[in-house]
């Protein structure tokens, strides 16, 4: 499974960005996929997941603000981010999780939110 990012950039606090994630492959063997962010000097963390069926869990911090969908006909997975904080700097990586629990990351793709 190959996994790539788009959307990231510069935006400024208060504005809205949408990631994309592009899978290709043996994406029928795909299960649970989501994104996960890793700020300079921390630790990859969860941002959302969401499973075939479109049930979703969300990091604290995303509540509210971010939005995870996912086109399984298409094979593509978005992030909606609304009301971005400079905290929420950092890079952004597509993940997903087989059903035979192989997981797979995306390049990652770069968010900057200015204040």
């Known amino acids: 499974v190959q996994l790539v990012e788009s959307g990231g950039g510069l935006v400024q606090a208060g504005g809205s960005l949408r990631l994309s994630c592009a899978a290709s492959?043996?994406?029928?063997?795909?299960?649970?996929m989501g994104w996960y962010r890793q700020a300079p000097g921390k630790q990859r963390d969860l941002v959302a997941v969401?499973?075939?069926?479109?049930?979703?869990n969300y990091a604290d911090f995303a509540k509210g603000r971010f939005t995870i969908s996912r086109d399984n006909g298409k094979n593509t997975m978005l992030l909606q981010m609304n009301s971005l904080k400079p905290e929420d700097t950092a890079v952004y990586y597509c993940?997903?999780?087989?059903?035979?629990?192989?997981?797979?990351w995306g390049q990652g793709t770069q968010v900057t939110v200015s204040s």
């Open positions: 993940h997903a999780r087989t059903y035979g629990l192989y997981m797979y």
């Open positions: 492959g043996s994406t029928f063997s795909v299960d649970v």
């Open positions: 969401i499973t075939p069926g479109g049930a979703t």
